[in-house]
Nanobody, 125 residues
Framework: QVQLVESGGGLVQAGGSLRLSCAAS????????MGWFRQAPGKEREFVAY????????????YYADSVKGRFTISRDNAKNTVYLQMNSLKPEDTAVYYC??????????????WGQGTQVTVSS
């Protein structure tokens, strides 16, 4: 069992930045692919970004939704059992509850094994 706890959400003006953190409870964190998803009111949960569990000489495998590409950056610190989502140039349409997830395979689908409780991000215009 892996427990995930997100933090860093809040209220920010359009154009601003936030950094979300997701702390995992297990020392085997490094063996999990990590993803970020979000869900706005009245909408389905959607993929934001993922980072693979392992890296090569060129780094971890990263993937972003088109809507956040160039503005958001996902990263991980295996020593701290934490994954981050740096969000820049925020837009009102980024307003949602953001969830981190852990699984054996990095995927754009919500098929991860473990989920956090979510953190609210609100972007005002």
């Amino acid at each position: 069992q892996v427990q995930l706890v997100e933090s860093g959400g809040g209220l920010v003006q359009a154009g601003g930045s936030l950094r979300l953190s997701c702390a995992a409870s297990r020392r085997t964190f490094s063996s999990y692919a990590m993803g970020w998803f979000r869900q706005a009111p009245g909408k389905e949960r959607e993929f934001v970004a993922y980072i693979s569990w392992s890296g090569t000489w060129s780094g971890f495998r990263l993937y972003y939704a088109d809507s956040v590409k160039g503005r958001f950056t996902i990263s991980r610190d295996n020593a701290k059992n934490t994954v981050y989502l740096q969000m820049n140039s925020l837009k009102p349409e980024d307003t949602a509850v953001y969830y981190c997830a852990a699984g054996s395979v990095a995927s754009t689908r919500a098929e991860y094994d473990y989920w956090g409780q979510g953190t609210q991000v609100t972007v005002s215009s």
